[in-house]
């Protein structure tokens, strides 16, 4: 069995990150001497430009059609920067969490928790890498119509300055090359910033039931004296201390991200539903929109899932003070675990803006709420047509 390294389930994210100009690298390199300047240069080609050139486009749209085709791209571009910037400004905050998941590593006692851990750690990365292939499926997707369309359009809705239309087919290649290298390294940018929330939440959810499991076999060793027994449970104490502030850690660090995550996906639903409900499109273009459609629901679902997984794991905490074998211990342990059950009745729930709780029911609500505002939108269509 592999050694246990809870960090391992993000290295691919930091990796990416340290690309993307967000991660500096060791200051003693080569790179990291001029990674400052490396990462200003990478924003401003790849931030800037792309954020520029969507954003225009939207504010050009003379039809409401055009307006919900440049929206559903515009609004996930804008919300994937702008958690970018969050993740920028708590990354020494969010970094501070890896110290305590390799402490909470250390106190594994037996090869069922190591297991666990484990798991988490497959589960993290299997979701990762799921949704970069998703991703990449899109990107090919996209590349193919792009190629075998005959208007020379680009890879998804952009303002460029200068008619790359009309001029000459080099110019048009050069244009959609350079775009679509923008929309890959974009697309690369929310799956990480999309799964990295999921990743984190999904390795305290593991160490959380390693906790329970830990728990749950207190007492019911032969070879452990009560005052050894007591012992185990202050540690247990001590760490789930240790998870619950791990717990707040990342609810800060991660609020607003799952804030915007929101917003975004239902304004996103919604104006692609009505691009390919009510405009006429071709079959590949429609195909397109709609696999961004899934994207934006997955992006949620993962979020919310993951978030509910912690919140399983934190209840099934509570179950495993129950049944660890209290009834044979001291008068000192039954104080203590009092103590660990009460201590353990706040629900583990995250919190988006710390106002929203971030669990399954809550994509149902934002699925509704994209309803709604598509019901609106049609009526305004209709009202139009009128």
Sequence with gaps: MRPVDSMSAFRHHWQIWRVMGMHPADPQTLWGRHYTLYGIVWNALFRLGMALSMVVNFLLSTSLESFCESLSVAVPHTVANLKVFFLWRMRKQILQTHPILHHLDGRIGSLAEKQIILEGIDRAYFTFISFLRAIIFILAVSILILCLSNDRPLLYPSWMPWNYKDSSLTVYVMTASLHSVGIIENALLVCNVDTYPGSYLIMLAAHTQALAYRVSRLGYDPRLS??????????????????????????????????????????????????????????????????????????????????????????????????????????????????????????????????????????????????TMLTLLREVDNSEVA
Excluded at 318 to 324: G, L, M, N, S, V
Excluded at 345 to 350: G, T, Y
């Design 226 to 371: 009560r005052s050894q027994a007591c012992d185990r449970l202050r540690s247990c104490i001590k760490d789930h201390q240790i998870i619950m502030n791990l717990f707040r850690s990342l609810e800060h660090s991660l609020s607003m991200s799952c804030f915007l995550q929101f917003a975004s996906t239902a304004i996103a639903q919604c104006a692609t539903c009505f691009f390919v409900i009510f405009v006429s499109v071709g079959t590949m273009q429609s195909v397109n929109m709609i696999f961004l459609f899934l994207v934006f629901t997955t992006q949620t679902l993962l979020l919310c899932f993951s978030a509910e997984l912690v919140r399983h794991e934190g209840e099934n905490l509570i179950k495993a003070i129950y049944d660890c074998n209290w009834l044979d211990q001291s008068v000192e342990f039954r104080r203590m675990l009092l103590l660990l059950l009460a201590r353990s009745q706040r629900p583990m729930i995250m919190r988006a803006g710390l106002i929203i709780p971030v669990q399954m029911s809550t994509f149902m609500v934002v699925c509704k709420g994209a309803y």
